[in-house]
């Protein structure tokens, strides 16, 4: 079945260390892609998206993704977290109108 | 301004019961949702409506009715709840039913059957 995964169910980081957050989907075609953060007892805000053009993209809060197109990977990294990053993080693929979502990962950053 | 806005907040109620929640956005968007998040975090597509009319309806149990007076509001009526419904509960929006949309996510609204 055509799904999104995120491996990673709960990630636990030192404030200061660098994160990567792994996303596959197996969509074929054109794909949209997302990554949503829901930080602690609030909703889903978007920090970056995927269309077209250049594989690396730059969100807000120092959040980047890279979409390898040949790995259908879409990959969350931020070079140094802060104890305000802990939260549930979210990928996501936009097809027939839906948002398809991956199952979450928690990240949990030590001060 | 909340862009989307959802109540309640919370929702504890016992099986059996029907009950509603009430989404608003002021974003100016033409497509709603809503979404069901369980309590492994896991969020589903339940519904979709575009300028009123129903686009997406997952395999949700017909206890679940949305209704979509005007292309601001979104409700969402459950008949009869069963324990297995309990989860937070979001609302969302977007532009239009374009891929490129991104969605505007409510607060949620925490729902427990007892």
């Known amino acids: 079945a055509q799904s999104v995964s995120q491996h990673n169910h709960h990630v636990i980081l030192s404030e200061a260390a660098s994160l990567e957050l792994g996303c596959n989907y197996s969509?074929?075609?054109?794909?949209?892609l997302f990554w949503y953060v829901q930080y602690p007892g609030q909703h889903l805000q978007l920090l970056l998206k995927?269309?077209?053009?250049?594989?690396l993209v730059k969100g807000i809060k120092g959040f980047e993704a890279e979409f390898i197109k040949s790995k259908f990977s879409f990959n969350l990294r931020k070079p140094s977290v802060q104890w305000s990053d802990t939260a549930e993080y979210f990928c996501?693929?936009?097809?027939?109108?839906?948002?398809?979502f991956g199952q979450g990962t928690e990240l949990s950053v030590k001060p | 301004d909340t862009a989307v806005s959802q109540t309640p907040k919370y929702l504890v109620t016992q099986m059996g019961n029907d009950k509603s929640i009430k989404c608003e956005q002021n974003?100016?968007?033409?497509?709603m949702y809503w979404y069901k998040q369980d309590s492994k975090k896991f969020l589903k597509i339940m519904f979709s409506y575009n300028n009123k009319e129903l686009i997406i309806n997952e395999t949700v149990p017909n206890r679940f009715s949305p209704k979509s007076p005007d292309k601001a509001h979104l409700n969402l009526h459950i008949n009869s709840l069963e324990l297995g419904d309990s989860a937070v509960y979001f609302c969302a929006s977007s532009q239009d039913t374009w891929v490129q949309s991104p969605l505007h996510f409510g607060n949620g609204t925490r729902l427990t059957v007892t």
């Open positions: 995927y269309f077209s053009g250049d594989p």
């Open positions: 969509y074929g075609g054109t794909v949209n």
């Open positions: 996501a693929v936009k097809k027939g109108g839906k948002l398809i």
């Open positions: 974003l100016g968007h033409d497509t």
